[in-house]
């Protein structure tokens, strides 16, 4: 992906359809941050994602890491990239200035991520936790672990993971063994296994913060008797921690990012947040993880597009209806429907996951009830439906190739093996349908999501969706295992509603040829999927 070849289209979502600096510098902490000057930021990320990270997306991914003797070195390349991405300040564009942050706008942060993970995903893994890490500790460690690790993780200079998963357990956190005991000085000793831990050893930096789930001794069984607490891999006195690397998965895709199986043996950690609460104070680390897993996929399906978008511009094969010569495959009917639909699920989403970032900031610096039931409501559709696009998206666009798009020269392929993990981590795609409709949406008896209807235009997509809310209100009473079966249709559907709203700005805003016709590929071939999910919800409602 070349992110300079999106700038000017996001420049104009950013500020002709979202009016993004008027809402930005109506917060009392962004006054300042006018559109130049956001511009210039974006202007120098382009051109640092361009000039340092794409480079070296076929090397991650024909190298890899190597494993040995509990060590991981990555590929040729990635430590000094990394060295100059956390030194040119871009892990702290959204962290608070008094944490040594630039204090910018969360949509710029957002912007950059969705460059890095479409210019070279596996790179962008490294840093992918630090924001997150960055809000946990933050909100929720003491002050002595915040005066220790939080300029570290807000500067970048050292990287964090998430140590979740055990191999009983999958996504049942409930399950979770390891343990922790708490010491005299205030530490803990933690001991146990985690698996699928992203960057849990590597040589890009001298130190890892790792936040881990253990039970205390006095836990209660299940996910209420849990607590997190932060373990690094280099203690305050310079040695190393009791934390070992016992191998490095090998994976379909993402081959430059380390994804480890980690061993705690009474390793030295701190407790973060109250006992027994760590779920807490982790989801908000993993909520921070979400919405960038969703702008993955927005990336990789731009890197994608890209490909297909400039072998389309080259190759001529047959003749195109009405031509009486070969034609460039872009002016096929077949490969202009390809194109254009990935190009409308790009542009849309694209106005959501901003609008998303625009009121992150609200809710955090605004107090706005209305911002905060956006992003809690759109958080999981963002991760699902763009993740689920990415790997059927980046699959289209390999196709336009034909049998070059199967072999490595093109790098098509790649893009596609990548973009699969995005439907699995940080909480299975299925896990946030079932997140969206049954922990947000009937725990309330529909309202929340109801009330977001009503914040947006009428339509009689809208109006048939808040139909299918309140019949599922009233169905789900009746038959509790009801939204499980229909959890991933809902959430379509949503995201398929949510998507005509982010259009209606978009041809709001916007004229000629490069709007139009995503625009018209959207009504034509985007949104009737609604009208199925529709009907199997309303089968399943009665």
Known sequence: MQARQALADIQHLLTDVLGAPAQWQALAPFADTDGGLAAQVLEEAAKFVDGTIAPLQRTGDEEGCRFEAGRVATPTGFREAYQAFWQAGWPSLSCAPEDGGQGLPAVLECVLYEWLAGANHGFTMAPGLLHGAYECLRHHGSDALKARYLPKIASGEWLATMCLTEAHAGSDLGLVRTRAVEQPDGSARVSGSKIFISGGEHDLTDNIVHLVLARLPDALPGPKGLSLFLVPKVREDGTRNAVACERIEEKMGLHGSPTCVMRFDEATGWRVGEPHKGLAAMFVMMNAARLHVGLQGLG??????????????????????????????????????????????????????????????????????????????????????????????????????????????????????????????????????????????????????????????????????????????????????????????????????????????ISTASTGPRWDEPAQAFRTWVLPELDMRLSILRQRTG
Not at 372 to 394: E, I, M, S, Y
């Open 300 to 505: 990789l399906l731009e890197a994608a597009w890209q490909k297909a978008s400039a072998y389309a511009a080259e190759r001529r094969q047959m003749r195109a209806p009405g031509a009486t010569d070969t034609s460039l495959i872009q002016d096929h009917p077949a490969i202009r429907r390809i194109l254009a639909t990935q190009r409308a699920w790009i542009d849309g989403g694209r106005v959501l996951a901003y609008h998303t970032a625009l009121q992150l900031d609200a809710a955090n610096h605004g107090a706005n009830a209305e911002a905060q039931r956006w992003c809690t409501l759109v958080t999981p559709v963002l991760k699902a439906a763009f993740t689920d696009q990415a790997f059927h998206g980046a699959s289209a666009c390999l196709q336009v190739f034909g049998g070059h798009g199967y072999v490595r020269e093109w790098g098509i392929e790649q893009i596609v093996r990548d973009a699969r993990v995005a439907m699995i981590y940080e909480g299975t795609n299925e896990i946030q349908a079932i997140d969206l409709l049954v922990r947000k949406v009937l725990a309330d008896g529909g309202q929340g999501l109801l009330a977001l209807l009503g914040t947006l235009p009428a339509t009689p997509a809208a109006s048939a969706l808040a139909e299918a809310t309140q019949a599922l209100v009233i169905a789900a009473q009746a038959d509790p295992a009801l939204p499980y079966w229909v959890a991933d249709d809902y959430l379509r559907a949503v995201a398929l509603v949510l998507l005509e709203w982010a259009w209606g700005r």
